[in-house]
């Protein structure tokens, strides 16, 4: 069978122990775009993850969530944040439950701001899509990715969640 | 710099008789995760524009749950949780006999850890756009969907399940793809 050209691993991480955040540095600006794939459970409550690049705290982030959570839909938003959310609200305690995959588009072009598309989610909590944006042109070569976007010591993702970066090239 | 890691595995285009079923067996356990890319209408013949597929692991017919999130033609935006339907997991819709000729479903499974001794979480985006106009349950939709399979088993084979006794029509595609992480 035939293989493949693109989805290059860039960077992984599996937990050895519970933690609130993994980060991702020295992301090389050679390919198009960036996909993150997260497979996690969590220690308690029900969180999503969020996202500061370059390590920018500022509140350079907004966003948009559509939900579904098993009864009825809705929508939210948030402006001038510190953190772009990739997703919210879905976690569980069951280690691979919930699922992220994330987008992010010309991530390494310097004259745009940067998007990312993401989808989440958990059987026994939500399905949902995001879009956010980091009002910052720079390339981005770090991610610091934090469950709940606590950027703290909790809450704390369970040992054995994945966390996965991937190149995406554009031919 | 680490090499490209996305791996064509294995494809089906159903031909000229139709197929109740496509099934992807022996499954390499050497990935991360597994992306599986759907293009599919079937030949069901009622009163709505579509009908569906289910996905089922390992030939098993339990412990499935689902949360879906779907757009559908009425402008409405509805979320519904589901267990097994079909021996497998609801994955939202595809166009079918009476639906506009030529249109297929999209739909995109992303699967993480499949040989994991954890749970097996699913994640999908479909759409079914067919021009029709019936709205609600019976008309082309747009559809989010998380789900998981209760199982701590390797997931070895993928079977995707026509529902109400109907087939896949000819050029139906399903492609699966591994996914390495080192």
């Known amino acids: ?80 944040a510190n953190c772009v959310d990739i997703a919210e609200n879905l976690g569980s305690t069951t280690l691979g439950a919930s699922t992220i995959i994330a987008h992010f588009m010309n991530y390494a072009n310097t004259s745009t ?43 704390t993702a369970l040992a054995g969640s994945t966390f996965t970066l991937y190149g995406i090239a554009s031919a | 710099m680490a090499n490209p890691t996305l791996f064509q595995l294995a494809t089906t285009t159903v031909g000229a008789g139709g197929a109740s079923s496509v099934t992807f067996s022996n499954i390499p356990q050497v990935y991360t995760d597994l992306l599986i890319k759907v293009s599919a209408r079937d030949n069901f013949n009622s009163g709505q524009n579509e009908n569906w597929f289910s ?83 019976n008309g082309p939709k747009n559809t989010l969907l998380a789900a998981l399979w209760s199982n701590t088993a390797p997931i070895t084979s993928i079977s995707f399940l026509d529902a109400n006794g109907s087939s896949f029509v000819q050029y139906s595609t399903f492609y699966l793809y591994g996914i390495k992480n080192s």
């Open chain 2, 55 to 137: 996905l089922q692991f390992n030939g098993v017919t339990t412990s499935y749950s689902s949360i879906e999130l779907t757009g559908n033609a009425g402008g409405t935006v509805a979320s519904v949780s589901r267990g097994v339907l079909n021996s497998g997991i609801y994955t939202g819709d595809e166009p079918m006999a009476t639906s506009t000729a030529n249109t297929f479903s999209n739909k995109e499974f992303y699967i993480p850890n499949y040989t994991s001794s954890n749970y097996k979480s699913v994640s999908m985006d479909a759409v079914s756009e067919n021009n029709g106009t019936l709205s609600g349950a």
């Open chain 1, 1 to 80: 069978m035939a293989s493949g050209a693109t989805y290059t691993p860039i960077a992984t991480t599996t937990l050895g122990s519970a933690a609130n955040s993994v980060t991702f540095s020295s992301i090389p600006s050679t390919y198009q775009d960036l996909v993150l794939v997260i497979n996690y459970g969590q220690t308690s409550g029900a969180n999503g993850f969020s996202v500061q690049f370059n390590g920018d705290t500022g509140t350079n982030y907004s966003g948009t969530t559509i939900n579904g959570n098993g009864s009825s839909a809705s929508s939210s938003r948030y402006t001038s």
């Open chain 1, 113 to 155: 701001y940067k998007t990312v598309l993401s989808r989440g989610g958990n059987a026994a909590t939500v399905t949902q899509a995001l879009v956010g944006l980091w009002r910052n042109t720079s390339a981005i070569n770090q991610m610091i990715i934090s469950l709940g976007g606590a950027f703290t010591s909790t809450p």
